[in-house]
């Protein structure tokens, strides 16, 4: 298949639901680590706070961008799935115009 995807389209379906529900389950529990983080907020002072900050912003770049990443994993997929259908679909649709018109 064009852009190096080989798969039956059920394999495609289920690839894009794995991929859908781990960036569900990571998307879960790092909310649940950034909530339980936040709560040590008031436990710094000083240039610990100051680091302690950063990383929360760090953390919560990092958190966007893997959930971009496997959002845009699950699409390709998606739209690979599409595609092979399409394409065995199309495949069908000419055998089928040459058995009829050869009859």
Known sequence: MAGGYEGTVQQFTD??????????????DL???YGQ?????????????????QLMVRFADDEKKLNQALQGI???LQAAGSQYNESEQSQQDAFSNITN???
């Open 15 to 28: 690839a894009h639901q794995k991929v859908v529900g781990v960036k569900e389950q990571i998307e879960g």
């Open 74 to 76: 699950a699409e390709q």
């Open 101 to 103: 018109t050869l009859g």
């Open 31 to 33: 909310k649940s680590l």
């Open 37 to 53: 983080l936040t709560e040590l907020e008031s436990a710094w002072r000083g240039m610990a706070k100051t680091a302690f900050d």
